[in-house]
């Protein structure tokens, strides 16, 4: 092939893709990049960034009030929705130009609008046919909203991020990470939030213990929780307000409704599936542990490849898929120990094996945890409590899991993961000194398993 245009090129210019292109470049491939939306992808402009700025701007409602306990006296507050907004999006402005930069930087060529797939060796790139020795898909996901009379009404979280104005009542349906985080952003905000759930409790796939904390802390803040509950409708009113209609045959009135039902891939008109790249169901590309599809040239990493759907793990997939094909050393990357944050309000930080998984996997588990009043709180008045969890083998020792609901759960837990990362044992933990007087010192302080 002596006639390439690129020795890879990327369709997809969010964190994954932009970490592949520029390690790869820096390799010393030929690299162009397409992207038809926004540069950094969806945790730059419509995910991670964002919401995490958000979740500050909701904390201080909170802050204000516990303020008092600690002799501040604070005059009335008012909070201005669009300042937060056109603030925010300043700054991702800021960081959509340091993602291009560091193309540039590396000699990446960045090329706007729609790119597609012709066959193992050939992309289309507006009018361009470009001839290119390998083909990586880091498209990532895109909100899905179900089928239901009045779902043009619902926004997703990606016009959450934008609204002309703040509502005075929503509703937030679902129960993953998103819908956690913005029904405690509207929340901190001042929107009167209740989230709705289809199942019995939120947040499915984590410790048990951990989700029902969680249930527990979310209304002592403000936030309605109503589990096993459906909507079968959605109307407008002549007032502009909306009206849900439910499962059990009650109503609901709210002024917005806001969808975080899942996310499915973008692989929408990409041509994968005619040039013999597998799909799953849900429109997942089915690739190797070493991101290869079943067209040994094309590769795909990310959300658009099911799984955990963590802008860290997409990064890491990139640097391993770059090694992989400029170095000659191919390398993956492990989904063991995967540590990650929920920013709710409270946060939730969790590295390794739930408790329920734990017990699947191994025949003696040992377990841990807490639940306190932090410090803070004696004098602030707040009624949050902080959970802490950990997960022990039995026979080896070794920490299997660490799970947090709490202020700075996600700053702490990352600590957490380098140790599980090192295969600490609870020995280790035990003959750790804690830093007094913090939260994060009972992780090192839990002595007597509760079963």
Same mark, same amino acid.
């Given at each position: 092939m002596d006639t390439l245009d690129f020795d890879l090129f990327v369709i997809g210019a969010g964190s994954g893709g932009v970490r592949a292109a520029r390690i790869s470049a820096g390799y010393g491939a030929r690299v162009a990049v397409a992207e038809e939306r926004y540069v950094g992808g969806t945790c730059v402009n419509v995910g991670c960034v964002p919401k995490k700025l958000f979740v500050h701007a909701a904390h201080y409602s909170e802050d204000f009030h516990d303020a008092a306990g600690f002799g501040w006296a604070l005059g009335a507050a008012a909070f201005d929705w669009p300042r937060l907004r056109d603030n925010k999006d300043r700054e991702i402005a800021r960081l959509n130009g340091i993602y291009r930069n560091l193309l540039d930087s590396k000699g990446v060529t960045l !090329?706007?609008?729609w790119a597609g797939v012709l066959d193992a060796h050939w992309v289309a790139v507006g009018e361009w046919h470009l001839r290119v020795r390998h083909i990586l898909i880091a498209t990532g996901a895109w909100p899905f909203v179900p089928d239901f009379p009045g779902r043009e009404h619902v926004i997703t979280s990606n016009e959450a991020f934008h609204l002309e104005r703040l509502p005075r009542r929503a509703v937030v349906v679902g129960g993953g990470y998103i819908a956690v985080e913005f029904a405690g952003? &509207?929340?901190? &905000?001042?929107?009167?939030? +209740?989230?709705?759930y289809r199942g019995p409790l939120f947040l499915r796939h984590f410790d048990r213990d951990l989700r029902e904390t969680l249930a527990e802390e979310m209304p002592k803040k403000g936030v309605t929780l109503r589990f096993d509950t459906t909507v079968q409708a959605v109307e407008k009113r002549p007032d502009g307000s909306l009206e849900l209609q439910l499962g059990d045959g009650s109503r609901l009135q709210t002024d917005l409704v806001l969808y975080a039902t899942g996310r499915r891939p973008l692989v929408q008109d990409l041509g994968l599936e005619a040039c013999g790249v597998g799909l799953r169901? =849900?429109?997942?590309?089915?690739? =190797? =542990?070493y991101y290869q599809s079943a067209v040994p040239s094309i590769h795909a990493i990310g959300d658009v490849i099911g799984g955990p759907e963590l802008t860290p793990l997409a990064t890491a997939q990139g640097m391993a898929l770059a090694s992989t094909l400029f170095l000659g050393d191919k390398r993956s990357v492990s989904l063991e120990n995967l540590p990650t944050a929920i920013f709710s309000q409270p946060a939730v930080g969790t590295v390794g094996l739930s408790e329920e998984q734990a017990r699947a996997r191994?025949? +003696?588990?040992l377990v841990y945890r807490t639940r306190f009043r932090p410090l803070k709180h004696t004098l602030s008045g707040n009624p949050e409590q902080t959970f802490m969890k950990l997960v022990v083998d039995g026979e080896s020792d070794r920490v299997l899991g660490v799970h947090m609901v709490g202020p700075e759960a996600g700053e702490i837990v990352q600590g957490m993961a380098v140790a599980l990362q090192a295969g600490a044992t609870k020995r280790v933990f035990d003959a750790t000194l804690g830093i007094h007087p !913090?939260? +994060?010192e009972e992780f090192v302080t839990l002595r007597e398993p509760v079963r």
């Open positions: !090329t706007g609008g952003i &509207l929340n901190g &905000l001042g929107v009167e939030t +209740a989230l709705l169901e =849900d429109g997942s590309i089915v690739v =190797d =542990d191994y025949p +003696a588990v !913090t939260s +994060a």
